[in-house]
């Protein structure tokens, strides 16, 4: 039995319990046209965050394999959704198959082997010479560099990026022997309610636009509350993690900015293609990368920075 991670998951669904009850009331309660829209949206969310926690919670108690599986089918729905935005035509079908049915199982399958040399660098590599030389082989030279820098765009963020999830279970901290599943978890927790609390503050005072353009929901304001709020809760849970509660606090400020800068970009690259979600795989979240597009880019950075500075 893992006792810390179902301490973690009870505290999650204590509080997705409180949220559950709240919406109850609120639907009950309210009587204007607008407010219903808005309660239903926020009932909608929750029921969603509930279905996310329980997959995730089977996961960990599964064991490392089911965790390492799981974040595979994300990597495989994420860039699958990616790829539907983007220039990619039917002629580079060879170069999508290699990347879904041989660059995500090997990058997956090094990280269950715990492989970090090669893990680290794979997909980089191979993939970077692998999709080029697919594409070329077509001969079908329109709108040859953007289809293959999209498509290798797609594997660095969904694939490369967030298989440094479950690649946290990896590592060896010295004195932190057999926990890097709380390590695993306090990434995601930290990530994921940094989003929630950077668009609560957003709500709350936000004034001053960071990217009208780019996302026109982010705030100065909303950015400012919710990084310091995760960072707080970051230090609060510094008991999951080999970090000291200063270290600890540190470590979540910078998954939430890292968080908040790659889902900057992912709201760049929607805008350019003139949408609002991803797709509508996640019911009240829009589409996988919608729900995880923080992730993808502050969990690269958490993995190395914790492996260089704690790493034994």
Not at 134 to 158: F, H, K, Q, V, W
Not at 166 to 172: G, I, N, Q, S, V
Not at 202 to 221: D, F, M, Q
Not at 284 to 291: A, I, N, S, T, V
Request: aromatic share 10%.
């Amino acid at each position: 039995m893992r006792t810390e991670p179902l301490l973690i998951l009870s505290m999650i669904g204590g509080v997705l319990t409180l949220a559950s009850v709240a919406g109850f009331f609120l639907r009950i309660s309210v009587r204007e046209a607008v407010t219903i829209g808005v309660v239903e949206n926020l009932n909608t969310r929750i029921k969603a965050w509930w279905w996310i926690v329980l997959i995730l919670g089977s996961a960990v108690f599964a064991g490392n394999a089911a965790m390492i599986l799981l974040f595979a089918v994300i990597s495989f729905v994420a860039l699958r959704e990616f790829l539907t935005l983007t220039a990619i035509q039917a002629v580079d079908r060879p170069a999508v198959i290699a990347s879904f049915l041989v660059v995500l199982p090997v990058q997956y399958t090094l990280v269950g082997l715990g492989r970090y040399d090669w893990f680290v660098g794979f997909l980089p590599l191979f993939g970077l010479l692998l999709v080029p030389i697919l594409s070329a082989l077509t001969r079908a030279t329109r709108n040859y560099l953007a289809r293959t820098a999209e498509l290798l765009l797609g594997l660095g963020i969904c694939v490369y990026g967030i298989s440094h999830v479950p690649a946290l279970l990896m590592l060896r901290i010295t004195g932190y022997q057999d926990r890097q599943i709380s390590l695993m978890l306090f990434l995601i927790l930290v990530a994921q309610t940094s989003d929630v609390l950077q668009y609560m503050w957003g709500k709350l005072a936000g004034r001053h636009k960071i990217a009208p353009e780019i996302s026109p929901s982010k705030t100065v304001e909303g950015l400012i509350g919710g990084i310091a709020s995760a960072t707080a809760l970051g230090a609060c849970l510094w008991w999951m993690t080999p970090f000291t509660i200063v270290q600890a606090g540190v470590m979540a400020f910078l998954i939430a900015l890292t968080g908040f800068l790659g889902g900057l970009v992912m709201s760049a690259i929607k805008r350019d293609h003139g949408v609002k979600d991803w797709s509508q795989f996640i019911p009240g979240h829009g589409g996988m990368l919608d729900r995880v597009d923080s992730i993808c880019f502050s969990a690269p950075m958490f993995f190395h920075v914790t492996r260089w500075l704690f790493g034994s």
